[in-house]
């Protein structure tokens, strides 16, 4: 027997590979899914089973890039007209040696979400593990919001009722394996933890202290950002995305060709540390540092326009490159070669950032300095502390709301540490804005400083 | 936070690795310690704590080794008086983060053994996990019989009571994760289950399904066998072995350094398969495949003469001495360079072995041929079902009980699948057998050809 | 400036990566390209030139896989109709960075053979290196056979032209850089020397030191074994081959499925060692070592039955399938599950084969043994020294030559070290030879032992 | 056969890796010996030889490190009193398999400088390639200064005789493997090229173009910048370095341990990009950009104050351990865990340093801005051409000049590309001075800008 969580970081998404006696399945494949063979092959397992949890929203599934590497059958919920693949129904049952995967309807989430129970039918009838896929979560439960309003309490109703009588009733020894960890966008508030079980779940997850009642309640009211990007994943996933062979090549260019790119309408992105886009940048490019790419690159990256990617030289464009595929992104198209150096080194123009500490934040703001300041967390984050006369935007939301903010201005963007204040001071830049800095640190390093906060 | 199980295999040996904000702790490392400070490595951990579970018998531990490299401390139950590393006592409390470890004093397997509960403050009181060492296991209990007869029924009521008053009062809800897998001596019975749950075991292993009379008198009936090796790993783990700094390098010999270490007495081990070692191999060599030598080396090597290891040349050397390093075999010496071809390539004396098929050997007693058939399985396999007129000794026994074996006859030898048969035959001919044959597939290939056995 | 020399064992081939002021080019590609992709990444290189020295006749050329995944050109000679690529001519240039590539037309081992003179412009016009193809080896020239008995004379002339018109003129000082190594098939005998200069050459390469006449009449004169497979190749070459776009996925299959497909007329490959094939085998399969199927799978394997693996579960199919592609077998179907060991636990029916050391024929033939004793060297080497009673068929011939070896004999086969000898035995099982024997150490072992040879 | 060049990237430093029938030897092996034990052990190689081909300056050898590990014995040039190894004598030969190495005395560089001759005897008596050591390079000849003024001439005597007498009469035919490549500072203008031919240096090396009497004058006259820790490298090399046993394990360090350990006399080293460190760096900190470790960390530390390493958590550690072990820095001592990011979070003071492009230095030129413009570069380069009203200090002399620059003016500072530059403005910065700049791309950027230079 083998079992494998593949964590993807960025999208805090697990997928797993579960093995017995030469046979094997994988649930929820990442499209990259070179690791998958990779173990495959170094077990002597023939993969033959592909389950999808569900439809996904936050990034492009593998089942078919798997499948037609493998022949592996795929299989996902019935409640949505999939192009590809085979319906499975409450109660099927798949075999691997002496294991048995029991399909359960968990809908809630999504409409076809289904989850499946594994049981050592040599041990007990009892169930050893369940993938939940996003119905439940370390300390969460899964959104449900994303049918629209209207829907939004009938989801929440179907997702109780899955969690009560079909998740829960598995028993307390349930170990329970879901599609996210923490940091995902599916759930608003996963706890930092990879495995739990139904009964430490039931002892310690907040929602499932409430009544009926009151879990519906608490999802209506939820509000919980929903990406731009993931129209693009539900129609990728429901057709079937295109069929990569591989991880794509991506062109090396000199700083001709990328200035050439830019001006056709290329998007440049920046996947070095805020520090290093402070130091200097191509103007007009978008800062997103490499580890941010998954969760971020969605708000802001369009599928058409071709993708540029700038980096400091890190040899680690394979990395990169699975960031974007994951997320559909098969416009990627170049990258500088030999990193930014080489685009200084040709004499182009640079744009630098000024990067503020924490001290010098508050020292200006003693000063009675003019400034807009802007925090680009998430809404709730902001709510619940702030640094005085702050303006909020989340992150997400500054190239929609630029109107809100003044050219004329110096605008000071903040954020928990200085990442996504530097993706919305680069947006700003290349928006026009000529007064802008990114404060490093932001709110971690203020509240580390002792400096004061609004409540 | 990070939790990594690490397996070491051949022993089916269970390492972790568990840290959070930036402080981690090993639990029960291997010799090799280089994959802990590479996991520590990748993700910017420092190593502070090692725990000892409890003085393993069945590999050196590399706590001392891992302290040295990192500047770790080193932590183990109080009841034996190690010639290192610091006493812990139960309730004593370690922090990783937002983790605390909590030590268990939980005797039964040994007496210094300890549990330790993981429990995340910032989540509640309840136990996420719990380290077992070898007091639980999947589907089984640790054995108590290492402190000689009369004290097993002590060790057991103690084993009883840690599980009943330490272990499962944490909550079904808890997560077990225990030293041994599937394939340990340190169980009778381990279930092939990486991890399990306490609600889990406490509806399925059978040995809670008894009273605790029933439990202590199991367990002062159970018969399990000691490999040789134990007393060297007990005086390893309890003084600290020696440190090496890293893995040996391993200096490759010619046939004829090979032939004349072997006429001085060093023990030459053939880790090839059966069928590598029937086709041709070095007289006098002991047959142990390579995967088998963390679970067999340990009944047949010393610790004084040089090991001088024979491959087919598959560059696993790195692999190979792994597994005798866990185990304490610092006499490794060399190895014959290019492997098996090079000794006959230097006109060298060839031995073959017959390997018989499970057709070969029915065929041969329904024609009434004469033949010592000698059974090597386990003792319990061999009551449970055997080859009509088959002798039996224990594999590991075979050294000692030669004399039941009579020289002059065709000793044909099989097992559960022909390899622990094949070791058994090295040894023979080893020891001037001239006429002895292994079988390949054994009782396994025998019952898939549906031949008839004695139950 | 990067400079790789990238080695083909098996096929003792060389490709070349080099590559100047970020662009590269890529000489002779094998067909599993990553290796290019790998260097080209980590150094910021872009592949633009592709160049084929000449239609090669020993494996499939990787031109259009590494051109559809980067977009490089692709450049040939003239004198082949190709159905893709561009044809260059004497004397076209291109340009890395201040290295020049000059391109010579150096016919003689086939028409549209060329070489690629590298000049550094910013140091000299001297040349520092030249590419040559099968023009030249370390110690050999190469062989001019392909186009049938009446073309050779003019071959040869056309080769002996290019060597001392286009090659030698370039100076004393400039390295050489063949497209084989020793073992290769495309020379009669080159040196074991992966570089070597036109002044060493020049002192030492035997053919050089030749009259023309004397060069050409070597030439006309030289026998060389020509693998069947070579047609397939140059077939493969001319047209381009199917694009793989990466390794291809090989599936595990059990015993019954390999049973199954065998008597479905799949190829079934066992590449263990020949010890390992000896102890025991699957009927009808053929034994070619893992790393001798590089040289020898084109004389057994054809273009159109499935072939399936056999090893001994070393996880090392990765090599095997390139080894496999490289020769175009797009046929390589699937692998045994576990190896061989799942053969027999399946309970099928195995086969053995004797494998006798040098020690056991002498006394054999010492005893006046009936037998057929069968050299399967290359007929140059049994000319120069073979045991006295030996008949001669070169391994590659035995398929075609069986009428020429007795069913009801003992055959006892040799050949340099008992690998070929062990092919060649299980051609003879296969095709229904019950008593075969193969040499361990063969006639290289048989002269350590000092045993007599016929000369 | 095997023969690989193993580069150490930073010191532009060559060692190989030579062997033949199963016995290798190895030619000035780096500290970090591991690569040559993986050669060995994936070859089959026992290491018998380890030559050093003469005391080198530049980089601690790693030769009693390899011989611990593999009982190889250790050779090196007899003019010298080494504390360790055997000397040996012009014409002693060394046998692998078919290879003859044979010694030439070559002093010169140094006195007891020796090159190694490789035949081929089954081949023919002609060299066919030799290892010079720092005797020749491509383009260029071994420097003759490491004596004092005095000794020069007669150094550049025996040089000269060494090249004419002993290297160049090995016939053009052999090919060059010399200890440095482009970059060294072993060698004035090394060309990039990593193997040369007698004959291709003959016509081209300018230094071989020149009589006896130009030749010395040459060379005496030549000035070379000599590092300070040279003078630790001469000591480590002669008495034998300490032996490490492995790549050290370097400790993780939190904010507040990094900062207490700089307060007390720690050497922070920021190897991040300039841009990077521009944006944000630790006040007192050195930067050296990672690659330029090799070549730049010997100028400014030193070898008692622990070291401390601030990246940007690339988790390329192992690489930086590497450059700091080479260099003989032992006294690493730890990292900044999770690198540069984790200062800042933690609330910790931050420096910025202005990153300027080319086009904001000639803008502030042409509006007359008071500076103090300075030029790090090497004086020969500032000879050639330089930015007008600029003032020379060698990057590597800045920490001995600081009294050459005044610290109320604006200093800007350009070197080639701007990485020298930065290390000059980190440790102005560390020196007090407020008003500090850097120049991204430099003279490189200011030439294809097609700016004014004085010549």
Same mark, same amino acid.
């Given at each position: 027997?083998?079992?494998?969580?593949?964590?993807?970081?960025?999208? !805090?998404?697990?997928?797993?590979?579960l093995?017995?006696?030469?046979?094997?399945?994988?649930?929820d494949?990442?499209?990259?899914?070179?690791?998958?063979?990779?173990?495959?092959?170094?077990?002597?397992?023939?993969?033959?089973?592909?389950?999808?949890?569900?439809?996904? $929203?936050? #990034?492009?599934?593998?089942?078919?890039?798997?499948?037609?590497?493998?022949?592996?059958?795929?299989? @996902?919920?019935?409640?949505?007209?999939?192009a590809?693949?085979?319906?499975?129904?409450?109660?099927?049952?798949?075999?691997?040696?002496?294991?048995?995967?029991?399909v359960l309807?968990?809908?809630?989430?999504?409409?076809?979400?289904?989850?499946?129970?594994?049981?050592?039918?040599?041990?007990?009838?009892?169930?050893?593990?369940?993938?939940?896929?996003?119905? /439940?979560?370390?300390?969460?439960?899964?959104?449900?919001d994303?049918?629209?309003?209207?829907?939004?309490? @009938?989801?929440?109703q179907?997702?109780?009722?899955?969690?009560?009588?079909?998740?829960?009733?598995?028993?307390?020894?349930?170990?329970?394996?879901?599609?996210?960890?923490?940091?995902?966008?599916?759930?608003?508030?996963?706890?930092?933890q990879?495995?739990?079980?139904?009964?430490?779940?039931?002892?310690?997850?907040?929602?499932?202290?409430?009544?009926?009642e009151?879990?519906?309640?608490?999802? =209506?009211?939820?509000?919980?950002?929903?990406p731009?990007?993931?129209r693009?994943?539900?129609?990728?996933?429901?057709?079937?995305?295109?069929?990569?062979?591989?991880?794509?090549?991506?062109?090396?260019?000199?700083?001709?060709e990328?200035? &050439?790119?830019? &001006?056709?309408? !290329?998007?440049?992105?920046?996947?070095?540390?805020?520090?290093?886009?402070? %130091?200097?940048?191509?103007?007009?490019?978008?800062n997103?540092?490499?580890?941010?790419?998954?969760?971020? !690159?969605?708000?802001?990256?369009?599928?058409?326009?071709?993708?540029?990617?700038?980096?400091?030289?890190?040899?680690?464009?394979? $990395?990169?490159?699975?960031? /974007?595929?994951? /997320?559909?992104?098969?416009?990627i198209?170049? *990258?500088?070669?030999?990193?930014?150096p080489?685009?200084? +080194?040709?004499?182009?123009?640079?744009?630098?950032?000024? +990067?503020w &500490?924490? *001290?010098?934040?508050?020292?200006?703001?003693?000063?009675?300095?003019?400034?807009?300041? /802007?925090?680009?967390?998430?809404?709730?984050? @902001?709510?619940?502390?702030?640094?005085?006369?702050? *303006?909020?935007?989340?992150?997400?939301? =500054?190239?929609?709301?630029?109107?809100?903010?003044?050219?004329?201005?110096? =605008?000071i963007?903040?954020?928990?540490? %200085?990442?996504?204040?530097?993706?919305?001071?680069?947006?700003?830049?290349?928006?026009? #804005?000529?007064?802008?800095?990114?404060?490093? %640190? &932001? +709110?971690?390093?203020?509240?580390?400083?002792?400096?004061?906060?609004?409540?």
């Amino acid at each position: 027997m083998i079992f494998e969580m593949i964590k993807s970081v960025g999208i !805090a998404h697990n997928s797993y590979f579960l093995g017995a006696h030469g046979k094997a399945s994988v649930i929820d494949p990442r499209r990259d899914v070179d690791i998958y063979i990779d173990i495959a092959e170094a077990n002597n397992f023939k993969i033959e089973y592909i389950f999808e949890t569900h439809r996904n $929203e936050d #990034y492009t599934i593998g089942s078919l890039e798997l499948a037609e590497l493998t022949g592996a059958k795929i299989f @996902h919920g019935s409640q949505v007209d999939f192009a590809y693949g085979n319906p499975i129904f409450d109660k099927d049952k798949f075999r691997l040696g002496s294991l048995d995967l029991e399909v359960l309807e968990t809908p809630g989430h999504t409409k076809e979400s289904i989850s499946l129970v594994v049981k050592d039918k040599s041990v007990s009838n009892d169930a050893q593990m369940v993938f939940v896929g996003d119905t /439940l979560f370390a300390g969460e439960v899964g959104r449900v919001d994303f049918f629209g309003k209207s829907e939004t309490p @009938h989801m929440a109703q179907l997702l109780y009722n899955s969690i009560y009588q079909k998740i829960l009733p598995l028993g307390d020894q349930t170990i329970i394996y879901p599609s996210h960890g923490a940091g995902s966008v599916c759930g608003a508030d996963i706890r930092e933890q990879d495995m739990t079980t139904i009964g430490y779940e039931k002892k310690t997850n907040p929602l499932l202290q409430l009544s009926e009642e009151e879990f519906i309640q608490r999802k =209506v009211e939820e509000k919980l950002y929903t990406p731009p990007y993931f129209r693009q994943m539900e129609i990728n996933n429901q057709k079937g995305p295109k069929i990569l062979g591989g991880i794509p090549y991506l062109t090396p260019l000199n700083a001709h060709e990328v200035k &050439s790119e830019a &001006s056709k309408g !290329a998007q440049i992105v920046d996947v070095r540390k805020p520090t290093s886009f402070g %130091g200097g940048h191509i103007p007009g490019s978008i800062n997103i540092w490499r580890e941010g790419l998954g969760a971020y !690159a969605g708000w802001f990256l369009n599928y058409e326009d071709p993708i540029i990617i700038v980096d400091d030289n890190e040899q680690k464009m394979d $990395e990169i490159k699975r960031y /974007l595929i994951r /997320l559909g992104y098969d416009n990627i198209y170049g *990258h500088l070669s030999d990193g930014f150096p080489s685009w200084y +080194m040709a004499a182009m123009k640079v744009e630098n950032l000024d +990067m503020w &500490s924490v *001290h010098q934040l508050k020292e200006a703001q003693d000063n009675g300095q003019d400034m807009f300041l /802007l925090d680009v967390r998430k809404l709730n984050d @902001h709510k619940k502390k702030y640094i005085k006369n702050s *303006h909020h935007i989340w992150v997400g939301d =500054v190239p929609l709301k630029l109107n809100e903010i003044q050219k004329d201005q110096e =605008v000071i963007i903040y954020c928990d540490s %200085g990442y996504k204040s530097t993706i919305a001071a680069s947006i700003l830049q290349k928006n026009g #804005y000529k007064s802008v800095k990114s404060v490093l %640190g &932001s +709110m971690g390093a203020w509240l580390k400083a002792k400096y004061p906060v609004v409540k």
